[in-house]
Each structure stands twice: as structure tokens, then as C-alpha cells.
């Protein structure tokens, strides 16, 4: 043989070689991809629904596993960790977790592969050991009532609609005080500034909360999110947490924003919603108030509100309720109103043991001299409207409206 040959053999070896481990190489990246669309299919359809106390230990016990769950994962759910809970993220959260490399759990956001999940409310007992005196009884017995409200209308109103939405989601607006193991749904307009100082001092980050400034409050960034956390630290707040969502009537919430947020000199709400609703919703518009945008009338507010197309996005201040806080889906454990706020606010952090010195805050935050927004000053604004823009913005927030118990207006 000569070099020549020689040299052809170990080439034409070489190209084969080269071939069978491009082939290789792309069979294991379909098997595992495969293997990765499998399991986030199986996540995507699983029902997620609560099992009553012990329910978990009794599976365990009777060696049976239930779908979608591994005996690993059931024996993680045996535990002393889950024991005994009722729990409905507990189960989603072994089952996702387990099935995380350590890799994926340090490298990827969370739930980043996980496109849905169905989380059903449970309704818990509120530990009342720490709430000293008669004088919270009727608060109590209110609280008790809208908590069972709540968990009944959630029962018949899951029961036609299965509510699927990303964990991640579902949880950016829940803020989250470790000491005392409170985590807070932002409403806007319903008392958030002040209950966002009051974290703050539970967090030990001030003494006070009439010290701590608007800016502090909204831009300081002292406060976590539930978002921030990881897989295993959204769920385990989730379970063991004190969770709160102070709520308002609708309309008075609404109407409560549009009048910050527009009747007011302000550097983002006006060039940013303001320009796009009066250059959309206006005829004849002046040239100052396209550039400038100040000047929004309610009746184009709320033009821009119930549009289908709607010349720039939602914002939190008058998004609804249900899609905020996901009451359906998080089993909040203490529903507040702003419009029993002081009394209600007091008897929560009574419940999660703060300071006897810590009363929630009284004063308004911003606008001091201007008249709240009462059910009277809301009457004044929806005359601006026609019947149907009324009714139509009552449908807006009609899921608000039965959640929580709120009387329709007359519209």
C-alpha cells in the first residue's frame, strides 16, 4: 500500500467517524428534548387539586401513588417537613422541584420551563393566639365571613372555569416580610403606600412609619417581592406564610386613580397614558394637550378603559382585582377593606405578633387637602357617562364586585 492509499484510508475513516458522532450527537439531543417536552406537557395538563388535612400521609402510608407523582416525591410529601398539612402547593412543589438538576435549579429563573399551573385555594384556621381582648371579636366574626365568601364563590367559580396561569405571574405583586412571616398583595388605592411602610418597620428597616417617605416607599426597592425568590422559596412562603390582600369597591378604586393619577401634575402618567388617550379619544384636540397629555377628562379615561384596543396597556392602579392577586388561586388567609382599614389593618398585625407599638398609619400619602374618594365623589364622576358607558364599566370589574362581596352600584 502506498502513502497515497494510506493517506485516503485515514481520511475516508475519519469522515465516518465524523458522521457517526454528528448522529450520536443529534439522537441525545432529541431523546432529551423529547424527554424535556414530555414533562413540561405533563405539568401544562396536570390537575392540581387540594386534598383535605392528612390526605398526603394516607397515600404514603398505603404505598399508592397518586399521577404524575414519583415515589421519590411521595416520600419527600411523608416527610416531617409536609406531614400533616393541608397543602396545595406542597405536592406541586415536590413535583416540579424533583424533577429539577441542580443545574437547571442554579442556572434558570424560576418556573422558567413551566408554562402553567392550577393551584386551588384552601381554606385554613387563622391562629388567634396572639390577639389579646374582647374588643376584636367582631372583626374576627367579619373576617371569618368574608373568608368563607371568598372560598365558596372560588369553589362554584373554579368549578366552571379552570383558572391556569404562570406561578411567577401570579405571585409579583406579593411582597414579602420575613420576620413575621407576612406576605402582602399590592392593591393600589387601597391603602398600599402605608401598608408598605408598615412592612418596613416589621422588617426593621425603619422605627416609624410616618418617617418613611412616598419615594421611600414606591422607588426605594427596601421591600422583596415573592417573584425574587426561587422555586423552593416562592412555594414554602406560599404554604407557611401569613397571606393578606386588603381590597376596595371597585368603582371607588377607580375613580380613586383617576384622579391621582390625572388631576395631578405627573411626569409619567401624563405624557405616557395621558398623550395616547386624548390623541386617540379627543376630537379636535389642542396642540398643548397632545403634548403635554395633561388635561385627561374621565369620560376619555374611561373611553381608553373598556377598548378593546386600547392605544397603550393597563396599568396596576386600575387593573382588577382578580388579576392582580389571584385570589382564586392564592389561599389568602386574611381579607382586609378599605373601608374598615384601620380596624382591620390593626387586627392583622395582632394576629402575626407586631410590636403592641405599631398601629397602622391614619395620615394620607400624598394629596392631604384633597376629599377622599367616597361613594358620593364617585356619583359625580360616573355622571359623566352614559348609562352604557356605566354598565360597561361595572362589567368591567363585575368579577371584583362578586368576589368580594361589594354592592353593584346603580348604574
Same mark, same amino acid.
Given at each position: 500500500?502506498?502513502?497515497?492509499?494510506?493517506?485516503?484510508?485515514?481520511?475516508?475513516?475519519?469522515?465516518?467517524?465524523?458522521?457517526?458522532?454528528?448522529?450520536?450527537?443529534?439522537?441525545?439531543?432529541?431523546?432529551?428534548?423529547?424527554? &424535556?417536552?414530555?414533562?413540561?406537557?405533563?405539568?401544562?395538563?396536570?390537575?392540581?387539586?387540594?386534598?383535605?388535612?392528612?390526605?398526603?400521609?394516607?397515600?404514603?402510608?398505603?404505598?399508592?401513588?397518586?399521577?404524575?407523582?414519583?415515589?421519590?416525591?411521595?416520600?419527600?410529601?411523608?416527610?416531617?417537613?409536609?406531614?400533616?398539612?393541608?397543602?396545595?402547593?406542597?405536592?406541586?412543589?415536590? +413535583?416540579?422541584?424533583?424533577?429539577?438538576?441542580?443545574?437547571?435549579?442554579?442556572?434558570?429563573?424560576?418556573?422558567?420551563?413551566?408554562? &402553567?399551573?392550577?393551584?386551588?385555594?384552601?381554606?385554613?384556621?387563622?391562629?388567634?393566639?396572639?390577639?389579646?381582648?374582647?374588643?376584636?371579636?367582631?372583626?374576627?366574626?367579619?373576617?371569618?365571613?368574608?373568608?368563607?365568601?371568598?372560598?365558596?364563590?372560588?369553589?362554584?367559580?373554579?368549578?366552571?372555569?379552570?383558572?391556569?396561569?404562570?406561578?411567577?405571574?401570579?405571585?409579583?405583586?406579593?411582597?414579602?416580610?420575613?420576620?413575621?412571616?407576612?406576605?402582602?398583595?399590592?392593591?393600589?388605592?387601597?391603602?398600599?403606600?402605608?401598608?408598605?411602610?408598615?412592612?418596613?418597620?416589621?422588617?426593621?428597616?425603619?422605627?416609624?412609619?410616618?418617617?418613611?417617605?412616598?419615594?421611600?416607599?414606591?422607588?426605594?426597592?427596601?421591600?422583596?417581592?415573592?417573584?425574587?425568590?426561587?422555586?423552593?422559596?416562592?412555594?414554602?412562603?406560599?404554604?407557611?406564610?401569613?397571606?393578606?390582600?386588603?381590597?376596595?369597591?371597585?368603582?371607588?378604586?377607580?375613580?380613586?386613580?383617576?384622579?391621582?393619577?390625572?388631576?395631578?401634575?405627573?411626569?409619567?402618567?401624563?405624557?405616557?397614558?395621558?398623550?395616547?388617550?386624548?390623541?386617540?379619544?379627543?376630537?379636535?384636540?389642542?396642540?398643548?394637550?397632545?403634548?403635554?397629555?395633561?388635561?385627561?377628562?374621565?369620560? &376619555?379615561?374611561?373611553?381608553?378603559?373598556?377598548?378593546?384596543?386600547?392605544?397603550?396597556?393597563?396599568?396596576?392602579?386600575?387593573?382588577?382585582?382578580?388579576?392582580?392577586?389571584?385570589?382564586?388561586?392564592?389561599?389568602?388567609?386574611?381579607?382586609?377593606?378599605? &373601608?374598615?382599614?384601620?380596624?382591620?389593618?390593626?387586627?392583622?398585625?395582632?394576629?402575626?405578633?407586631?410590636?403592641?407599638?405599631?398601629?397602622?398609619?391614619?395620615?394620607?400619602?400624598?394629596? +392631604?387637602?384633597?376629599?377622599?374618594?367616597?361613594?358620593?365623589?364617585?356619583?359625580?364622576?360616573?355622571?359623566?357617562?352614559?348609562?352604557?358607558?356605566?354598565?360597561?364599566?361595572?362589567?368591567?370589574?363585575?368579577?371584583?364586585?362578586?368576589?368580594?362581596?361589594?354592592?353593584?352600584?346603580?348604574?
Amino acid at each position: 500500500m502506498n502513502l497515497r492509499q494510506v493517506f485516503v484510508s485515514l481520511l475516508m475513516f475519519g469522515v465516518a467517524g465524523l458522521l457517526l458522532f454528528m448522529y450520536l450527537q443529534a439522537w441525545i439531543e432529541g431523546q432529551h428534548t423529547a424527554s &424535556e417536552e414530555k414533562l413540561q406537557q405533563q405539568i401544562t395538563n396536570q390537575d392540581f387539586t387540594f386534598s383535605p388535612p392528612g390526605t398526603q400521609r394516607q397515600v404514603v402510608q398505603n404505598g399508592h401513588v397518586p399521577p404524575g407523582l414519583s415515589r421519590q416525591e411521595m416520600a419527600i410529601l411523608g416527610s416531617r417537613h409536609w406531614r400533616g398539612k393541608a397543602d396545595p402547593f406542597g405536592a406541586v412543589a415536590v +413535583s416540579l422541584v424533583s424533577r429539577l438538576s441542580d443545574q437547571q435549579k442554579i442556572s434558570e429563573p424560576p418556573l422558567s420551563q413551566f408554562r &402553567e399551573v392550577y393551584l386551588p385555594p384552601a381554606l385554613r384556621p387563622l391562629n388567634k393566639t396572639l390577639v389579646k381582648g374582647d374588643e376584636w371579636k367582631d372583626v374576627g366574626s367579619t373576617q371569618e365571613k368574608r373568608r368563607s365568601f371568598l372560598y365558596e364563590f372560588c369553589k362554584k367559580y373554579n368549578s366552571r372555569k379552570k383558572l391556569r396561569t404562570h406561578l411567577v405571574h401570579m405571585v409579583s405583586r406579593i411582597y414579602v416580610e420575613d420576620r413575621h412571616k407576612v406576605l402582602y398583595c399590592e392593591v393600589p388605592k387601597a391603602g398600599c403606600s402605608n401598608w408598605k411602610r408598615v412592612l418596613m418597620v416589621l422588617n426593621g428597616l425603619a422605627t416609624s412609619a410616618r418617617n418613611i417617605s412616598h419615594d421611600d416607599v414606591h422607588y426605594g426597592k427596601h421591600l422583596r417581592k415573592l417573584d425574587s425568590y426561587d422555586l423552593k422559596g416562592i412555594y414554602t412562603r406560599l404554604n407557611t406564610y401569613t397571606k393578606t390582600i386588603f381590597v376596595r369597591d371597585p368603582l371607588e378604586r377607580l375613580v380613586s386613580a383617576f384622579r391621582d393619577k390625572f388631576e395631578h401634575p405627573n411626569s409619567y402618567y401624563h405624557p405616557v397614558f395621558g398623550k395616547a388617550i386624548i390623541k386617540k379619544y379627543r376630537h379636535n384636540a389642542d396642540e398643548e394637550a397632545l403634548k403635554t397629555g395633561s388635561g385627561v377628562k374621565f369620560k &376619555e379615561f374611561i373611553q381608553y378603559l373598556l377598548d378593546s384596543h386600547r392605544p397603550v396597556g393597563m396599568d396596576i392602579h386600575w387593573e382588577q382585582v382578580s388579576k392582580l392577586c389571584y385570589p382564586c388561586l392564592i389561599n389568602y388567609d386574611f381579607i382586609g377593606k378599605f &373601608e374598615t382599614l384601620e380596624e382591620d389593618a390593626n387586627y392583622f398585625l395582632q394576629l402575626v405578633g407586631a410590636p403592641a407599638e405599631l398601629k397602622f398609619p391614619k395620615f394620607k400619602d400624598r394629596h +392631604s387637602s384633597d376629599e377622599r374618594t367616597s361613594a358620593e365623589v364617585v356619583r359625580q364622576y360616573l355622571k359623566e357617562l352614559s348609562k352604557e358607558e356605566r354598565q360597561l364599566t361595572y362589567d368591567f370589574y363585575y368579577l371584583d364586585y362578586l368576589m368580594f362581596n361589594y354592592t353593584s352600584p346603580i348604574v
